[in-house]
């Protein structure tokens, strides 16, 4: 059974920084694509950023561009996201997910399986 398990979200203050993390144990997870998503209150959830099998491609949403680094361990199956500069719009909660073919896609209906989500929350 294919599990996605995300960790280390939290409280932290504007300007500060996150690193999320994601463990994918029961995934073939070199032949994945990957990304991370988002979803605060009341609002859809909406792309934040992905990555392909081997890093070459690696796509920002506009919003966390030169904050924002995603990156993937394949020997470890497991999946990152270092957040620096924090803002207050940034506070959501987290999603990483798996995409079996094609490239990473900013497109949240491309993505197979998805984990329960992590919540990170930046205050002024």
């Known amino acids: 059974q294919v599990q996605l398990a995300e960790s280390g979200g939290g409280l932290v203050q504007a300007g500060g920084s996150l690193k999320l993390s994601c463990a994918a144990p029961?995934?073939?997870?070199?032949?994945?694509?990957m990304g991370w998503f988002r979803q605060a209150p009341g609002k859809e959830r909406e792309f934040v950023a992905g990555?392909?099998?081997?890093?070459?491609?690696?796509p920002y949403a506009d919003s966390v561009k030169g904050r924002f680094t995603i990156s993937r361990d394949n020997a470890k199956n497991t999946l990152y996201l270092q957040m620096n500069n924090l803002k207050p719009e940034d506070t959501a909660v987290y999603y990483c997910?798996?995409?079996?073919?094609?490239?990473?896609?900013?497109?949240?209906?491309?993505?197979?399986?998805w984990g329960q989500g992590t919540q990170v929350t930046v205050s002024s």
């Open positions: 997910a798996g995409r079996a073919y094609g490239s990473a896609s900013t497109l949240s209906d491309d993505y197979d399986y």
């Open positions: 029961g995934l073939p997870f070199r032949l994945y694509s």
């Open positions: 990555i392909s099998r081997s890093s070459a491609a690696t």
